[in-house]
Every structure is written in C-alpha cells, then in structure tokens.
C-alpha cells in the first residue's frame, strides 16, 4: 500500500489482512444495502465507521488493506485541527485485525459455499460466477434494528441519506476527514429522549420517526442492549419473535436483523425482490399479485430447503445481483 493512496489527513498506520476476492468484494458487500455507514472515498477505497471508529478499507490482490482513525481532541487548537483533523487510533494491531475479521466473518469460508450451493442450485450457479466475495456482514445489533426500521417503502441513496442525518443529529463526532464530518451511531439513550420523534420528524423521518423512537424505548425499558445481543444465543424463531414485537418490525426486517447482527444464517429476507426471483426464475408459485405473510414464509422455507443452513449468505448473493442489474 502506497502512502498516497491513504486519505489526504495525517497518515496513520495501513496493515492488511490476507484475504482473496474469491472471499470478499469491498465494492459489491458495502454497497449492496446491507449497512448504511459506507462511502466510496476514493476509487477502490471504502470509508466508514464501525465500533466507534472510522476506517479506510481496500482491496489489492489477495489483500484487505485497512487504516483507523483516531478521535478528535476535544482540546486541540482549531488551527491544529484543520491541519490535522485525525488522530491515530490508539487500538492495536491485534484488536483491529479481529473487529475487521469479525465484522466480515472472515472464518466463514465463502468459496466452500459458494461451491455447495452452485451444486444444489444451477441457478446460483450462472449468477454466482458474476459475483463473487458477497458475504453476510456481522453488525451491532442496535445500530442493526434501527438502520433496518428506515428501510421500509424506501432505496438505498435515501435510507443511507436518512442514516447521516440520524447520525448527525445524535451520534458523538468521532472526527473530520477532508472536511467531511464522520459521527457514531447513535446511543440507545440517545434516540430514546422525550423530543426524539419530533427532532426524528423534522429530519424527514416521517412516519419512521415513531417507530424509531418508539423501539427505542421499548428496547431501553425492556430487554436493553445487552439483551438484544444475547439473542444471539437464541434460537432463530425465538429471535424473531422478540423483534417483530417491536414497534415498525414486521417479518423483512427482523429478518434482516437476524441475518445481519444476530448470527442466524438461515434468516432470508423477503422483499419484493426475492419474491420475484422466487416466482419468476424458480417458478416458486406462491400467492396472488401482493407478497401476503404466507407467502413470505414458504419462499423462505423454500430457499432454507434448497441452500440449507447459510440460506440467507445465499440470499444475498441474488440480492446483490439483482440490485446490479437494476442499476
């Protein structure tokens, strides 16, 4: 990694970790709405922020290079600022290999998989050669759920608009990279205040504002952000269970949750974009005109039977393809 291919701040430390194409595609996994917190800094190179920090990846070779940035100094001059407005982040090497591997899930091994479902599916197959290195990402369960409650009747440049906005306006500023202002994700205290659905309101949240807020608190009053993750644990049905009982969380985006932030591999999301794949290229016939609850659960049912247990990985193989080609 060339020192002038890194961001134009005071340069911090780049380390890689082996990783081929075949098992990851930065551009195709941050890109493909699974999170909302990544932009294309540069061509080829990825910013965004992740455990509270804010992080440059890229890809070279069979090699995932990455850097991390440090949080401003609250006491630090403005001038010293605007001349370096990133400190180095102080984690080590060892830490900040494992929050990247985990949040990749690195120790799953895609091209097995990718083999194992183009065997059972020729389908898969023909669409899997075009993309390959789409893996499921690992996120924070609470940043999770709330990116997924803005996604509903929404696209991806819109919920990830909506996601800066949220970030801004409640999230702690982690630091300035080319003048561009990076926050964390917000707190669940945070989004659980009396005003948060009028502040969620004024930034165009519309009817999501409640929901929002509303999850916000069923959460904080109830199971916390502790047990949220410990649903981890928990069996998928149960999982999903806990989920839809919260305001604005239907079938999709627990569904959703599950897959991304709570370890159920199995989980497919439905939206109107599977449904379609399922009817019109696996003759899947299901349902009337609309995408009805049962439905919902035999595509899913379906898919689990043809994939097996990484389902949802394979889910969003076709997922990402389909978005491509839309695009």
């Keep these: 990694m060339k020192l002038r291919d890194a961001p134009s701040v005071c340069p911090s430390l780049w380390r890689w970790l082996p990783c081929p194409p075949a098992e990851l595609r930065l551009d195709l996994v941050l890109s493909s709405g699974q999170s909302f917190r990544w932009w294309e800094s540069s061509p080829g190179a990825w910013t965004g922020v992740l455990g509270g920090r804010v992080w440059t990846l890229r890809q070279d070779g069979d090699r995932l290079w990455y850097t991390v940035y440090g949080e401003e100094d609250e006491h630090e001059e403005e001038e010293e600022r605007d001349e370096c407005p990133a400190k180095a982040a102080k ?7 494992r929050i990247l591997r985990d949040y990749f899930q690195l120790d799953v091994g895609l091209s097995a998989l990718y083999h194992a479902w183009g065997a059972a599916d020729p389908l898969f197959r023909k669409v899997a050669n075009d993309f390959p290195g789409v893996r499921v990402l690992r996120q924070d369960p609470v940043e999770c759920l709330f990116s997924f409650i803005c996604t509903s009747n929404n696209h991806i440049s819109r919920i990830t608009a ?6 801004q306006a409640f ?5 300035c990279l080319d003048s561009r202002p990076f926050h964390a994700f917000p707190s669940l205290s945070a989004l659980t205040g009396a005003d948060a659905e009028a502040r969620l309101r004024a930034l165009g949240f519309g009817y999501r504002a409640k929901f929002v807020s509303g999850s916000a608190r069923a959460i904080a009053e109830g199971l916390g952000p502790e047990g949220l993750c410990q649903l981890r644990t928990a069996p998928y049905a149960e999982a999903r269970r806990v989920l839809c009982a919260l305001p604005g969380v239907g079938a999709k985006v627990a569904d959703c949750v599950c897959l991304l932030s709570l370890d159920k591999a199995e989980a497919v999301p439905v939206d109107t974009h599977v449904w379609h794949i399922a009817r019109q290229r696996y003759g ?8 009805t609850p049962r439905a919902y659960e035999e595509i899913g049912d379906f898919f689990r039977g043809l994939w097996g247990p990484y389902a949802g990985w394979a889910q969003a ?5 389909d978005l491509r080609k839309g695009q």
């Design 171 to 175: 999230g702690r500023r982690l630091c």
């Design 317 to 321: 193989v076709l997922f990402c393809a």
């Design 91 to 97: 984690l080590n090497a060892a830490e900040t290999d």
């Design 162 to 167: 909506m996601i800066e906005r949220l970030c």
């Design 284 to 291: 899947v016939a299901l349902g009337g005109k609309s995408l």
